[in-house]
């Protein structure tokens, strides 16, 4: 596919000496090459939805979303306030830690379509982070000390690709004070949910080529 080719450039070599489950991809999230290069493969917030654990959305919606051209979803305030704090809660997490993360793209190389587009990771892939900024996640993370249960898909599919035993967990609501935790691996749960993924993935490649070529 042309798409594959034109990401096929973008591929760099990973940094560091470890030898890395992945690529990373040179990309802006949130610019439509990214838009783009998501749609094409399966990314960490759509897992839950795969393994129906979404409330918020349906397997069936997310394949009729997979299966028509990318679009730019719509951002409302709660939306926006989580993107301009992220930065902020970043840079809390860095210095808690005295570590140095930044955002990523990365790009399975065992499963092309796995993918996964990172709030932090340091350059040796050592440790990751995954921030969340929404005042219901702050609230259950306040009263149970983790994330929301439907975003457990999503953290196990940033282990999946990043080989992590666990990934860092900083949910970030001013004016409360920032929280931190861990979510372990699950490999029983990645095995399950690699394979429900691929038998998704395998759906919408099947359905788009079974549409009419409108050229």
């Given at each position: 596919?042309?798409?594959?080719?034109f990401?096929?450039?973008?591929?760099?070599?990973?940094?560091?000496?470890?030898?890395?489950?992945y690529?990373?991809?040179?990309?802006?999230?949130?610019?439509?090459?990214?838009?783009?290069?998501?749609?094409?493969?399966?990314?960490?917030?759509?897992?839950?939805?795969?393994?129906?654990?979404?409330r918020?959305?349906?397997?069936?919606?997310?394949?009729?979303?997979?299966?028509?051209?990318?679009?730019k979803?719509?951002?409302?305030?709660a939306?926006?306030?989580?993107?301009?704090?992220?930065?902020?809660?970043?840079?809390?997490?860095?210095?808690?830690?005295?570590?140095?993360?930044?955002?990523?793209?990365l790009?399975?190389?065992?499963?092309?379509w796995?993918?996964?587009?990172?709030?932090g990771?340091?350059?040796?892939g050592?440790?990751?982070?995954?921030?969340?900024?929404?005042?219901?996640?702050?609230?259950?993370?306040?009263?149970?000390?983790?994330?929301?249960?439907?975003?457990?898909?999503?953290?196990?599919?940033?282990?999946?690709?990043?080989?992590?035993?666990?990934?860092?967990?900083?949910?970030?609501?001013?004016?409360?004070?920032?929280?931190?935790?861990?979510?372990?691996?699950n490999?029983?749960?990645?095995?399950?949910?690699?394979r429900?993924?691929?038998?998704?993935?395998?759906?919408?490649i099947?359905?788009?080529?079974s549409?009419?070529?409108?050229?």
């Amino acid at each position: 596919m042309a798409a594959n080719l034109f990401y096929s450039a973008r591929l760099s070599s990973t940094l560091g000496k470890m030898n890395k489950p992945y690529s990373i991809i040179t990309l802006e999230q949130g610019t439509s090459e990214w838009l783009a290069w998501r749609h094409d493969g399966i990314g960490a917030s759509e897992a839950s939805t795969i393994m129906g654990e979404n409330r918020f959305e349906s397997p069936s919606t997310l394949l009729r979303q997979k299966c028509c051209s990318p679009t730019k979803g719509h951002m409302n305030a709660a939306m926006a306030r989580g993107v301009a704090l992220e930065p902020k809660a970043r840079a809390y997490y860095n210095t808690k830690l005295s570590i140095e993360s930044e955002p990523q793209c990365l790009q399975s190389l065992q499963y092309e379509w796995l993918r996964a587009s990172l709030d932090g990771i340091t350059a040796d892939g050592s440790r990751a982070v995954e921030i969340k900024c929404g005042q219901s996640a702050y609230r259950t993370t306040a009263k149970t000390g983790r994330p929301p249960r439907y975003y457990y898909g999503q953290f196990q599919h940033l282990m999946a690709i990043t080989g992590l035993a666990s990934i860092d967990y900083c949910c970030y609501f001013p004016p409360g004070r920032p929280l931190m935790t861990k979510v372990a691996r699950n490999q029983s749960y990645i095995d399950d949910l690699l394979r429900a993924e691929e038998v998704f993935w395998n759906e919408v490649i099947k359905r788009r080529n079974s549409k009419p070529n409108d050229a």
